[in-house]
């Protein structure tokens, strides 16, 4: 699968967050940074959507929507000829939103200071995708990162690299994608020390996963008796 | 009351809506028409917001939004210096939109093909209005245009002039309203036969304006014996 994230940022040199999230996603081999030039190419854009499987449009949030180089884009590049007359191009693909704010989730709610929930704020972008005929995903939003904990940063790493390389968002595939990276990882390791705690990390992943399955299946089976009782 | 329309279309020479609006609103000499330039000079834009008591954002809706330009003109006029922090120079003033589309009303709705209504769809705007201690208009939208009998758009006219130059959008103000553009048709009309025509419409809805505030009276009352019985 491959993603295809587009930055949209006035001011991209001097973004803490843009800045943490190039660094987070430098690694992954399957996914295209891209950062809006001033002066688009429509016909490179055009391209480039249709060789990806995950368009992540990403942005800062300014007055409840992208920046207006993002608008530029979608206006100049998502021409109905391209997007949804005739054929369908990008039908079938996933569409994903990361978005930071400096705001705190909590004042996304009804009675809260913003009085809308991100969901509402973003609903054009969703309608965006339902023209496209693609698969919305729920959007990643990063409030004030500026506040959070080295932990915490380190674990959104994790979250952010989930959100653009995952195949599915099922339990199944992060585990999938948990072990993929320790293999990878392994493969990279510096010392036997290094290699066997990895080895480790990845039998208790598979040892808590097959709990997993098993703890499902035995769910069901409750829940079917209940049916039939 | 002074309005100031700022207008966003890529290709506004074009656009039959735009210069079908531009004519309507020809006469109102309390309108100010403002097309954004390619650059803007902000100090400007901020100094015109601040002599005007009603904004009107006019725009046709690309992919569920203002074309960029107007996105661009949010990002860079209303900085948070200007609108938010500290004094908020456009607290108690009305913003507007006057959004043009050529998808059918039906449409926006839940079952209709774009799954959402005008007022999900321009949420955001009225997000801004409220950051920025505005009180925000109910939409102007007008739906396909082209398809429009002459009779259709000639009331077009008048609600748009409403729309951008009614004081308060109650029955009394609209009936003020009639009359102010009585009486100033009555000082240009060319014959007398026109003017006596104006006279006596103007005469009519003086009547039916009477008529309308006893029967609001007894409604009144009504109401009243009602709640005590």
Request: contains cysteine.
């Amino acid at each position: 699968m491959k993603t295809l994230v587009i930055v949209s940022h006035p001011e991209i040199e001097n973004s803490m967050v843009q800045n943490f999230l190039k660094a987070s996603c430098a690694g992954l081999e399957e996914v295209t940074w891209h950062v809006l030039p001033s002066i688009l190419d429509v016909a490179f854009e055009q391209a480039q959507l249709k060789t990806h499987d995950r368009i992540i449009l990403q942005f800062p949030l300014y007055w409840y929507a992208a920046p207006a180089s993002l608008k530029n884009w979608l206006d100049t590049v998502l021409t109905g000829d391209f997007a949804f007359n005739g054929s369908q191009p990008l039908a079938g693909k996933e569409f994903g939103l990361v978005v930071s704010t400096g705001i705190a989730a909590k004042h996304f709610q009804a009675g809260g200071s913003e009085q809308a929930t991100m969901s509402e704020i973003l609903r054009p972008y969703e309608l965006v995708a339902r023209k496209l005929g693609m698969t919305y995903l729920t959007p990643f939003v990063i409030h004030q990162l500026g506040y959070w904990s080295e932990t915490a940063k380190q674990l959104l790493v994790v979250d952010y690299q989930r959100y653009l390389s995952q195949q599915n968002f099922t339990l199944t595939d992060k585990v999938a994608w948990f072990q993929a990276q320790l293999a990878q990882r392994q493969a990279v390791a510096e010392d036997e020390a290094q290699q066997q705690q990895l080895v480790l990390i990845g039998e208790q992943l598979a040892e808590q996963s097959e709990l997993l399955t098993d703890l499902n299946w035995q769910v069901q089976m409750i829940r079917q008796e209940e049916g039939e009782g």
